[in-house]
Nanobody, 126 residues
């Protein structure tokens, strides 16, 4: 299973961008999906995650400005970024928990692995 991200670019402060990520390959089921980012000289940090049931979690720095959503049927996740700030400048990475084995008796997850997409650059100028 692979993740393919797109949608990055350059925008002025206050602008908007939408990031898109899709999973492809032999998919059994995708559990949580999310976006992380890494700015130059900094560690990778969580931006937002969403479970298969639709529960979301956001970094405090993006709450109220970013919205994460997903389409389970298409195995895609979107990140709508509004009111962008220069400090949002980073390489954004798509992330997913790829379920590789399930118990057919009770539909519980037996094994899953974390997968990453290639990064997409977001640059916000002041």
């Amino acid at each position: 299973v692979q993740l393919q991200a797109s949608g990055g670019g350059a925008v002025q402060s206050g602008g908007s961008l939408r990031l898109y990520c899709g999973a492809s390959g032999r998919i059994l089921r995708i559990n949580a999906m999310g976006w992380y980012r890494q700015a130059p000289g900094k560690q990778r940090e969580l931006v937002a995650t969403i479970t298969s049931g639709g529960s979301t979690n956001y970094a405090d720095s993006v709450k109220g400005r970013f919205t994460i959503s997903r389409d389970n049927a298409k195995n895609t996740v979107l990140l709508q970024m509004n009111s962008l700030r220069p400090e949002d400048t980073a390489v954004y990475y798509c992330n997913a928990d790829d379920i590789v084995s399930m118990n057919p008796m009770d539909d519980t997850v037996v094994a899953q692995r974390e997968i990453w997409g290639q990064g997409t650059q977001v640059t916000v100028s002041s």
